[in-house]
């Protein structure tokens, strides 16, 4: 981008509030707009990841930022009257750029130098969330226009994945099984080949089959609403690290936290522990205990739901071959 002379104007729009900075360097503009990256809910949310983008060539605290809080329907005078100019607008999701501000992709790459002696002082990666309009070398009249499209945001229901949804199915399923000639072949063959085939049928009815509590939509619609996002964002992390800057780990105190859209990491441990689950069932049921529950009938799926929520919060919190634990991924 060629704009470095340039004096930018950015403007955030926040529900019923609103912020603006003007005269702003190009290296602050562009790393402002990286933190729409992790797709924060509001204003604060994107100041609160301001070290996991910034770098020398930008102030080191939010609190050096220029800002200034003005009511919304003052935004528009403001940028008519700025030659380039960004608006991130995060009641609508939309980052809007006019004037002389130079357009950019919604994945970009930035190699930032200091203005002054061109020396190099680090990499910035842009990765806008799939349900953020883009709209470059816009008009100020347009600011306040609804979006093109409804806020497309894929939800995770983690508390159906990991929880006792999944643990009463798998429940289910390995007390139906226990009562089949599946088990008795199973039991009797004692193969690892016969295991493994209850195994991947369980799973692959538990990822396939529409649910009442997802709104007749399926476990494994879950996994894959925006992965290709969410790894460019870890891979755009991975890249800052592996070029001198620091790891710092994504807040877990957002609003939108613990339904945010899953990366391939998660997708990957999520596999797992399905799969560490299901096989846990199998081992319950040939268990003394288990074989006494399973033909009494009436409290089984409680008592091997109990067993399994023990596996669970053991597997979750265990480190993973000697690195962090998947709780933490």
Not at 266 to 288: K, N, P, Q, S, V
Request: net charge negative.
């Amino acid at each position: 981008m060629d704009q470095e002379n340039q004096d930018i104007t950015l403007a955030v729009l926040d529900s019923a509030n609103a912020w603006i900075a003007e005269s702003l360097d190009e290296n602050t503009v562009l790393t402002i707009i990286a933190l729409i990256s992790e797709d924060p809910t509001n204003w604060q949310e994107a100041l609160s990841v301001w070290p996991r983008y910034r770098s020398s060539a930008v102030c080191e605290s939010t609190s050096e930022l220029p800002f200034e809080e003005i009511e919304p329907e003052a935004v528009r005078e403001s940028i008519e009257a700025a030659a380039g100019w960004v608006v991130i607008d995060f009641t609508r999701k939309r980052l809007s750029t006019g004037g002389d501000f130079e357009a950019i992709d919604r994945d970009a790459a930035f190699r930032l130098e200091q203005a002054d002696d061109s020396d190099f002082t680090g990499h910035l990666s842009i990765h806008l969330p799939p349900w953020w309009e883009l709209v470059s070398d816009t008009a100020p009249a347009n600011l306040f226009q609804a979006r093109h499209s409804p806020i497309p945001r894929p939800i995770v229901d983690r508390e159906i994945l990991y929880g006792d949804a999944f643990l009463t199915f798998v429940a289910k399923r390995a007390l139906e099984v226990f009562h089949s000639d599946d088990w008795t072949k199973c039991v009797q063959g004692n193969t690892q080949r016969d295991r493994y085939a209850l195994t991947v049928a369980a799973h692959k009815d538990w990822l396939m089959t529409p649910r009442e509590d997802l709104g007749g939509r399926i476990p494994r619609q879950m996994l894959h609403g925006a992965i290709d996002w969410a790894n460019k964002v870890t891979e755009g992390q991975q890249s800052r690290y592996e070029n001198g800057g620091p790891m710092i780990a994504a807040p877990d105190d957002w609003q939108g936290y613990s339904t945010a859209p899953m990366g391939s990491q998660e997708m990957c441990i999520y596999f797992d522990f399905c799969r560490e689950i299901l096989g846990a069932g199998w081992e319950w049921l040939e268990t003394e205990q288990g074989k006494q529950a399973a033909n009494r009938g009436e409290s089984a799926v409680t008592d091997l739901v109990a067993f399994l929520g023990e596996i669970k919060e053991n597997w979750l919190t265990s480190p993973l071959e000697g690195g962090p634990s998947p709780n933490f991924v």
